[in-house]
């Protein structure tokens, strides 16, 4: 079986960069990725990626790809690793297509949403409940919906909404809104928005579709009717596929200064990493370190 030097799991913008960082070092490798793009895929708009005053995640990731494409890289999309296996001196990875053997590799593997957690919300994920601003919320035109969730992604998700619902709940189970300010100063401008802090969520009910939800506000149970409502309350790492390297209590891939994990050979970057601030600039940067450190690496093995 054919060993690469390098394999990035991942296309988000931490993957994508060391992808470009990779193939301008000459470095034999591949990605393998469920999607192109990541999470930015789903930011409505992005104010603060340097070079753009304003930009939606899906026409950042369309530059992006334009990008990556001028370099011929062999992502394998649509692929997603299972599990990262030490292998002699390589590391082999099994995925839902086949395997690979490397002798490095870089996880940049991002994050997936938090689930509410609460009874009932198998039964209607995509019928009324969903994590996806972007690519659900024109699903409810003129519909009654709720954003569970007051920091910056539940915020993105009121904007994305107030141009299509007809009304819209903001639940926050703190006592205030955690997101930005500016956007927060904007979003209590808008009649349509509703804002509920210090609520919970403690039922979901319908029949084939949402119905209503239960919250609790204080000592008050509050009856919501409703058409869908959209879980915005934090993410979590996509850390599971390897367990051999130290992690952090939040499940975060524990990396250096020059993103090398506990495990030699095993670099990380971006959003499933401890690094400070989950941004998009930051994780490119972060993907870029990874792959100047991959090849510093590969020239000492
Ligand atoms: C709604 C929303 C709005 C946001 N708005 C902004 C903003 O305005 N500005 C900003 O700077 N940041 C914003 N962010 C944060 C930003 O999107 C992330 O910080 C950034 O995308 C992280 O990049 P990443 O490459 O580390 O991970 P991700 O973007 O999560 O990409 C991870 C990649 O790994 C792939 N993957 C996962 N598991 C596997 C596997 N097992 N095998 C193969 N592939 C796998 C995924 O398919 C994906 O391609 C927003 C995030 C959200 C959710």
């Not at 370099?71 to 292998?87: S, T």
């Not at 002699?88 to 490397?102: A, C, P, S």
């Not at 994590?131 to 993105?156: E, H, M, Q, S």
């Not at 904007?186 to 119905?211: A, C, H, P, R, W």
Request: glycine share 8%; proline share 2%; net charge neutral.
């Amino acid at each position: 079986m054919k060993i690469y030097e390098l394999v990035i799991v991942g296309a988000g913008p931490a993957g994508l960069t060391a992808g470009i960082y990779a193939a301008r070092k000459k470095i034999d490798f591949i990605i393998i990725t469920k999607d192109i793009g990541g999470q930015t895929l789903y930011s409505w708009d992005i104010e603060n990626y340097i070079g753009y005053q304003f930009i939606t995640g899906p026409e950042l990731v369309e530059k992006f790809k334009l990008h990556i494409r001028e370099f011929n890289v062999d992502i394998r999309e649509n692929e997603y690793v299972m599990k990262v296996l030490k292998d002699t001196k390589n590391f082999r990875l099994i995925t839902n297509k086949g395997e690979y053997l490397t002798k490095t590799v870089i996880i940049a593997t991002g994050r997936k949403p938090k689930e509410l957690g609460i009874d009932n919300e198998n039964k209607f994920k995509n019928r009324g409940i969903t994590y996806c601003a972007t690519c659900d919320a024109p699903l409810f035109r003129d519909k009654v919906v709720a954003v569970i969730g007051g920091g910056n992604a539940g915020l993105d998700a009121v904007l994305q909404l107030s141009r299509i619902a007809k009304k819209i709940y903001l639940i926050e189970i703190k006592k205030e809104l955690t997101g930005d300010r500016f956007v927060i100063e904007k979003i209590k401008k808008i009649e349509k928005v509703e804002i509920l802090t210090n609520s919970q969520v403690i039922e979901v009910y319908g029949d084939n579709f949402i119905n209503g939800i239960k919250i609790k506000k204080e000592e008050d149970i509050i009856d919501l009717r409703l058409d869908g409502i959209f879980v915005e309350i934090g993410s979590i790492p996509n850390s599971e596929i390897i367990d051999f390297v130290e992690k952090n209590e939040n499940r975060e891939i524990i990396v250096d200064c020059k993103n090398n994990t506990s495990f030699p050979g095993i670099f990380a970057a971006g959003d499933v990493t401890n690094v400070f601030a989950k941004q998009i600039i930051v994780a490119c940067g972060e993907g870029a370190k990874a792959a100047i450190a991959v090849f510093e690496y590969l020239k000492y093995i």
